[in-house]
């Protein structure tokens, strides 16, 4: 069965500092993968999505970057950190047509301070 | 463009009350349309989907109806646990696009004792 994992699960990081989420998945090859941001009363959003192994597009022009250096690995990126990264990230996979289902990791709580 | 708009919370029942959470939505041609469930802390739980007119998807008592006539995809069920409270949100991906999941705002639900 496949599933799904993503580090670290919280995580605490100053105005300025660099990040780096890594999402990976098990039992599945070439799945289409995503990178979701639930802020505070703001609810979902895409950030990134990739179809292959380094192809990235963007949903949300911002500080944040994405890249796909393997078949089932998503990392998510930032040189600098502002207040406004602070949310809950979440990954997704999908295998198939791009409607299809998404299946998503447990998340990283990132705060900015 | 595409959307989702789901009914505000909370939602406050009493255990074995009868749950609906409206959702609606705007989207072009025909998409797919989701419930997924957010329990305290956790990622999201795909609940259900419906992928064509008058699909009903269900799960774990949950039902909900795809209503093209009426653009909507309630989600249902008879009879609330307490185990039930948690965040539901409702979701549409539209043909053609890359898989972009459109999220509504999300409600939350408590189910008391």
């Known amino acids: 069965s496949q599933t799904i994992h993503q580090w670290p699960a919280t995580l605490v990081q100053p105005v300025g500092s660099p990040l780096s989420l890594e999402c990976t998945v098990e039992g599945t090859s070439n799945p289409n993968l995503y990178w979701y941001r639930q802020a505070a009363g703001r609810g979902l959003q895409l950030l990134f999505y990739s179809v292959g192994i380094g192809q990235i597009s963007s949903e949300v022009p911002q500080n944040l970057s994405a890249s796909r250096p393997q078949d089932r690995q998503f990392i998510l990126s930032s040189k600098k950190l502002l207040l406004s990264d602070s949310g809950f990230y979440l990954c997704?996979?999908?295998?198939?047509?791009?409607?299809?289902?998404?299946?998503f990791g447990p998340g990283t709580r990132l705060t900015v301070l | 463009g595409n959307s989702v708009t789901q009914m505000e919370g909370p939602v406050t029942l009493s255990e074995e009350a009868f749950l609906t959470i409206n959702c609606t939505y705007t989207a072009t041609g025909y998409p797919s349309l989701f419930w997924y469930v957010q329990y305290p802390g956790e990622g999201l739980q795909l609940l259900l989907k419906a992928t064509k007119a008058d699909d009903k998807g269900s799960n774990k008592g949950f039902e909900a109806t795809y209503r093209k006539e009426t653009t909507s995809f309630h989600l249902e069920k008879g009879s609330v646990q307490v185990s039930d409270s948690a965040v539901y949100f409702c979701?549409?991906?539209?043909?053609?696009?890359?898989?972009?999941?459109?999220f509504g705002q999300g409600t939350t639900l408590q189910v008391k004792p």
């Open positions: 997704a996979w999908s295998v198939g047509q791009p409607t299809d289902t998404q299946y």
């Open positions: 979701a549409l991906t539209a043909p053609g696009n890359t898989g972009k999941l459109i």
